[in-house]
């Protein structure tokens, strides 16, 4: 079997009395695009902190192309590209000598590598003389990403590269990893947003320093273990309550305008449901059953024990 791109074993951190990476184990296999998915606090900064020799583990093993994170730090910083969650390149030089400045550190030189950021840095290019504390969030991802990978890296590690950015930003990003992903360039990008989990090839589900779940997307919602219904009323907050209340529910969450209702098979009908809030005096009941997403899964696991 080949030697995994990324490799962690019984990796944990802790912060004073914060328990920040609780014992996960996980392997990323090469070109893999392999995604993080949970809320501020999961641990997906720690961990790609760690895994980038920025931060030392209090326990466990990690590798990466087969570098210790601790012997091998040197080797492993020529051989990674690094886009943290907070925007840090230097906001008083402009896009132009941003890129040089990276590129200088590594040795190389735009030229010399500019076809591997060319269909990012093409997009930002007409700006190059503009401060880089002057773009837009789009762009300066854009930046922050062409940065990265002018050293042409084997392993790239994106730490919430589109939070704070609009939708049509973030499609074009997940577009460009998917370019760079056929290229053969392993990627890990953690992402708070659910709906970003259907676009990588596994994902690793966090909540409060522990992996709950590694799968691909398909199998994540395949395994979800129940059934489920979209509720809506002209009432959400009260509607949020009463469901709660009703005999055979396992969980209500709010989804947007309307919400989600869990339940074992057989135990309600939307039929019954139906007439239940018509008895609480909600009005404009609109009840659909509905299939699970990935935001269903996460909430389930958060309330199922960890497997040991």
């Given at each position: 079997?080949?030697?995994?791109?990324?490799?962690?074993?019984?990796?944990?951190?802790?912060?004073?009395?914060?328990?920040?990476?609780?014992?996960?184990?996980?392997?990323?296999?090469?070109?893999?695009?392999?995604?993080?998915?949970?809320?501020?606090?999961?641990?997906?900064?720690?961990?790609?902190?760690?895994?980038?020799?920025?931060?030392?583990?209090?326990?466990?093993?990690?590798?990466?192309?087969?570098?210790?994170?601790?012997?091998?730090?040197r080797?492993?910083?020529?051989?990674?590209?690094?886009?943290?969650?907070?925007?840090?390149?230097?906001?008083?030089?402009?896009?132009?000598?941003?890129l040089?400045?990276?590129?200088?550190?590594?040795?190389?030189?735009?030229?010399?590598?500019?076809?591997?950021?060319?269909?990012?840095?093409?997009?930002?290019?007409?700006?190059?003389?503009?401060?880089?504390?002057?773009?837009?969030?789009?762009?300066?991802?854009?930046?922050?990403l062409?940065?990265?990978?002018?050293?042409?890296?084997?392993?790239?590690?994106?730490?919430?590269?589109?939070?704070?950015?609009?939708?049509?930003?973030?499609?074009?990003?997940?577009?460009?990893l998917?370019?760079?992903?056929?290229?053969?360039?392993?990627?890990?990008?953690?992402?708070?947003?659910?709906?970003?989990?259907?676009?990588c090839?596994?994902?690793?589900?966090?909540?409060?320093?522990?992996?709950?779940?590694?799968?691909?997307?398909?199998?994540?919602?395949?395994?979800?273990?129940?059934?489920?219904?979209?509720?809506?009323s002209?009432?959400?907050?009260?509607?949020?309550?009463?469901?709660?209340?009703?005999?055979?529910?396992?969980?209500v969450?709010?989804?947007?305008?309307?919400?989600?209702?869990?339940?074992?098979?057989?135990?309600?009908?939307?039929?019954?449901?139906?007439?239940?809030?018509?008895?609480?005096?909600?009005?404009?009941?609109?009840?659909?059953?509905?299939v699970?997403?990935i935001?269903?899964?996460?909430?389930?696991?958060m309330?199922?024990?960890?497997?040991?």
């Amino acid at each position: 079997m080949s030697v995994p791109s990324v490799h962690v074993q019984q990796l944990t951190k802790r912060f004073k009395d914060t328990l920040a990476l609780d014992d996960i184990s996980f392997d990323v296999g090469r070109g893999e695009l392999f995604g993080f998915i949970g809320p501020d606090g999961a641990g997906k900064t720690s961990l790609f902190r760690i895994l980038t020799t920025l931060l030392l583990a209090d326990a466990g093993i990690c590798t990466v192309e087969g570098f210790d994170v601790v012997k091998d730090y040197r080797q492993i910083r020529k051989i990674s590209g690094y886009m943290p969650g907070k925007f840090s390149l230097y906001q008083d030089l402009t896009v132009e000598e941003n890129l040089k400045f990276f590129a200088t550190i590594f040795g190389t030189t735009i030229r010399e590598n500019y076809d591997l950021v060319k269909e990012i840095y093409q997009q930002i290019e007409p700006f190059k003389n503009r401060k880089a504390g002057k773009l837009s969030g789009g762009m300066k991802q854009k930046l922050a990403l062409s940065c990265a990978m002018i050293h042409k890296p084997e392993v790239l590690f994106l730490d919430e590269p589109t939070t704070g950015v609009d939708a049509v930003s973030r499609l074009e990003f997940w577009e460009m990893l998917k370019r760079l992903k056929a290229s053969g360039i392993t990627i890990l990008v953690s992402t708070p947003y659910m709906d970003e989990a259907s676009l990588c090839d596994r994902v690793a589900l966090m909540q409060s320093g522990r992996i709950m779940t590694i799968s691909t997307p398909q199998e994540v919602i395949s395994n979800y273990p129940l059934s489920l219904l979209s509720v809506k009323s002209g009432d959400i907050y009260t509607l949020l309550g009463e469901l709660r209340e009703y005999p055979g529910v396992h969980s209500v969450y709010a989804f947007g305008q309307s919400a989600h209702v869990a339940y074992q098979k057989n135990d309600i009908t939307p039929e019954s449901l139906h007439f239940f809030l018509k008895s609480k005096g909600h009005k404009q009941v609109e009840i659909i059953e509905t299939v699970a997403n990935i935001e269903d899964c996460f909430m389930e696991l958060m309330t199922s024990p960890m497997k040991e």
